[in-house]
Nanobody, 122 residues
């Protein structure tokens, strides 16, 4: 199993980023996928998950600003982040849930990507 994130970077507050996660080594359409993030001084947390039928979970802090999607033909998961604030600064991780589980907590995750850094300047 491989999960490789890309698309992070440094942006000004109010800007946008689109993160990607290229998945390989497993049947992508059979698993619930998620994005986690770890902000400075805090534990890694689930921010948004995507079931086959649609969004399964999203954190209050990202509602209306973050959009998760997947391209099953390309085995790729996306995270569109709009209206970025300095509080969104952190490492963003792609995660595959354990089989049959949509990961809303670290214990639900079967595999992790290495992460991509997002830095938002004020």
């Amino acid at each position: 199993v491989q999960l490789e994130e890309s698309g992070g970077g440094t942006v000004k507050a109010g800007g946008s980023l689109r993160l990607s996660c290229a998945a390989s080594g497993f049947p992508f359409t059979s698993y619930c996928m998620a994005w986690f993030r770890q902000t400075p001084g805090k534990e890694r947390e689930s921010i948004i998950t995507l079931r086959k039928a649609g969004i399964g979970f999203y954190a209050d802090s990202v509602e209306g600003r973050f959009t998760i999607s997947r391209d099953n033909a390309k085995n790729t998961l996306f995270l569109q982040i709009d209206s970025l604030t300095p509080e969104d600064t952190g490492m963003y991780y792609c995660a595959r849930g354990r089989y049959g589980v949509c990961p809303s907590a670290i214990a639900d995750v079967g595999d992790w990507g290495r992460g991509t850094q997002v830095t938002v300047s004020s």
